[in-house]
Structures are given as structure tokens and as C-alpha cells.
Nanobody, 111 residues
Framework: QVQLVESGGGLVQAGGSLRLSCVTS????????MGWYRQAPGKQRELVAL???????RYADSVKGRFTISRDNAKNTVYLQMNSLKPEDTAVYYC?????WGQGTQVTVSS
């Protein structure tokens, strides 16, 4: 059974940084594309960043230049480094592998 467990969320002031991690198990991590998504209250879940099995990346326009997605295949882990955080980045952040989702981690950015 595939499991994804996110961590690293928290409360941070605007302009600050956080690093999210997502550890996976039950699958061959290295051959899977991985994604980070987020969902703010009252809004639809949206893509934040993707990283392919070949380490190609793609970002939402709203986070380009501020967020960096990376992966460590030896640790079955995908990361999201978030810098220059803004209040509008406040959301629950989820990682995804194929059809599987993690439970989410809350990120709150205060102004």
C-alpha cells in the first residue's frame, strides 16, 4: 500500500521560509513523478510544483522564483523549499504520487 507522509508545516511570518518534506513508502519512488498541491479555505486544491522521475520541474506562476521542489530518491522523499512566503501562501499542502495523496500539512503565513 502506498503511503505519503508530509511534514514541515507551521506558522511563519511573511518573508520567512519553510521546508516541507514528503516521505513515501510502498512504491518504487524513483520512477514516479511527484507533486505538491495546496488548498486554501474555500478554494479548490491547486498544483504548486511538479518534479518528474527525471528531475524536470514545473511551478505554478504564483510561486515561481520563490519555491523549489526537489527529490532524494535514496530517501524516497520529495521536498518543497518555500522562501519569501506571503499570506496568500497559507493553505494545507499535500504531496501526491500518481493517485495517492498524503494527509497534508498546514502552512500559515502571518502578515
Amino acid at each position: 500500500q502506498v503511503q505519503l507522509v508530509e511534514s514541515g508545516g507551521g506558522l511563519v511570518q511573511a518573508g520567512g521560509s519553510l521546508r516541507l518534506s514528503c516521505v513515501t513508502s510502498g512504491s518504487i519512488f524513483s520512477i514516479n513523478d511527484m507533486g505538491w498541491y495546496r488548498q486554501a479555505p474555500g478554494k479548490q486544491r491547486e498544483l504548486v510544483a511538479l518534479i518528474t522521475s527525471g528531475a524536470k520541474t514545473r511551478y505554478a506562476d504564483s510561486v515561481k522564483g520563490r519555491f523549489t521542489i526537489s527529490r532524494d530518491n535514496a530517501k524516497n522523499t520529495v521536498y518543497l523549499q518555500m522562501n519569501s512566503l506571503k499570506p496568500e501562501d497559507t493553505a494545507v499542502y499535500y504531496c501526491k504520487q500518481w493517485v495517492y495523496w498524503g494527509q497534508g500539512t498546514q502552512v500559515t503565513v502571518s502578515s
